[in-house]
Structures are given as C-alpha cells and as structure tokens.
C-alpha cells in the first residue's frame, strides 16, 4: 500500500548500500560497499529475508563494489 513496514528490521550496514534486487521469494539481494550487516562479515554483497534480517545461508562475497544485480 506504499505504507512504512515499521517491522522490517534495520539491517546495520557497515558502508554503502547502492543496489537492491527482490526476489521471486522475497529475499532482498543489496549489493555496495560494505563490510558487514548487522555485525556480521559480509563483503559488498548480501541477502536479506523479507523482515529485513540476514539471510546466514548465503555466504557471499563480492572483491569490489557492486554496482548492479541482474
């Protein structure tokens, strides 16, 4: 409805976060420059689950920044 989710949970980033791609399931891809999401290593790219919490399943990392997700 284009209404503020008050329960999607901040995820921390340690940096920048300058890509988002949603998933067919929900999961929240964000690709940057960052070092961590809520204090937990992840590097330039992560997954998030629709509340907004890390997805510890997906243990990726990117060497540099990452501009876009296809």
Do not use: C, H, M, W
Request: glycine letters at 14%.
């Amino acid at each position: 409805d284009g209404g503020l989710d008050t329960t999607f949970e901040d995820p921390n980033v340690k940096g920048f976060v300058s890509v988002i791609a949603i998933q067919a399931d929900g999961g929240i891809l964000i690709g940057g420059n960052f070092d961590s999401i809520q204090g937990k290593p992840r590097k330039n790219l992560a997954r998030l689950t629709s509340a907004g919490t890390l997805d510890t399943t997906f243990k990726q990392d990117a060497d540099g920044t990452v501009n876009s997700i296809v």
